[in-house]
């Protein structure tokens, strides 16, 4: 699982004079320099509706600036074709605010879907998810919908299937916002495992504890500006 071979110094990241507007509205975004090398790890803070979620969009690719230059792993956004995309897309472990779940499979198939999409055999599914899914403390859940589930559990999920294929990046939109204090230590914890393995992570949260405990350099978003602390 290491990846020991990655250059930490180039930008895996980056983001130069960027600017987002939605249909033509204002600027959420402003003039964003920002450059994250890999093995980095961020939080992400801002109050609500300060651009989050945006900025994240822009950095896995689900949304084009309006001005300004993306580039991702060193390919610029702007001359990327749709299967250099996929391929980088691919890489990167979001965890959506809202779990984007798939309602009609259990959390075992909701979580081995990153991994049957990159043509894993069953054989190696079977034996890496239940693993997982007990990490996240939902060994009694394994064949349930999420529909069933809590919130904080269907977050778990979420988390559980953002991380499985072992991602270079991991992007997560407050991930913690719907677990009680020692769930969200705990997710942490795994968190800074994949850290530790080379993972490059950048988390929004609110919570000014994880932030105080984990101590990681925090990216500020307000007026649409970022600033770093
Ligand atoms: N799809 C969208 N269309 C129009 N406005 C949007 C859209 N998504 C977000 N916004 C606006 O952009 C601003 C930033 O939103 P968001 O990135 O969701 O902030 P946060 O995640 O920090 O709460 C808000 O004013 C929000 O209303
Ligand atoms: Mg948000």
């Keep these: 699982m290491s990846k020991g071979s990655i250059d930490t110094t180039k930008p895996i990241i980056s983001l130069q004079n960027v600017g987002l507007r939605y249909n033509g509205g204002p600027e959420v975004l402003k003039d964003i320099n ?8 961020y939080f992400l803070t801002g109050a609500s509706g300060a651009g989050k979620t945006s900025l994240l969009k822009l950095m896995h690719l689900a949304h084009r600036p309006s001005r300004g230059k993306v580039k991702i792993f060193g390919h610029d956004l702007d001359y990327m074709k749709p299967d250099e995309m996929a391929t980088i ?10 779990y984007h779940l798939l309602d009609h499979l259990s959390v075992m198939d909701n979580i081995s879907l990153p991994l049957r999409i990159s043509g894993r ?6 034996k890496h998810v239940p693993e997982l899914i007990e990490w996240v403390g939902l060994k009694n859940f394994i064949n349930t919908k999420p529909k069933s589930l809590s919130g904080g559990q269907q977050q778990r999920v979420a988390i559980a299937r953002a991380v499985i294929n072992n991602p270079e990046i991991l992007i997560a939109d407050e991930p913690t ?13 795994l968190f800074l495992e994949l850290n530790k393995m080379g993972t490059t992570i ?3 949260t609110h919570s000014t504890n994880l932030i105080k405990q984990f101590r990681f350099p925090v990216l500020h978003l307000k007026d649409g500006y970022l600033t770093k602390e």
């Design 177 to 189: 916002g719907n677990v009680d204090e020692d769930m969200a230590k705990k997710l942490l914890f």
């Design 121 to 126: 055999n069953e054989k190696y599914i079977h």
């Design 34 to 41: 920002l450059e994250i090398k890999a093995g980095e790890f």
């Design 202 to 204: 950048i988390i929004a």
């Design 89 to 98: 897309r691919r890489k990167i472990g979001i965890v959506f605010q809202d």
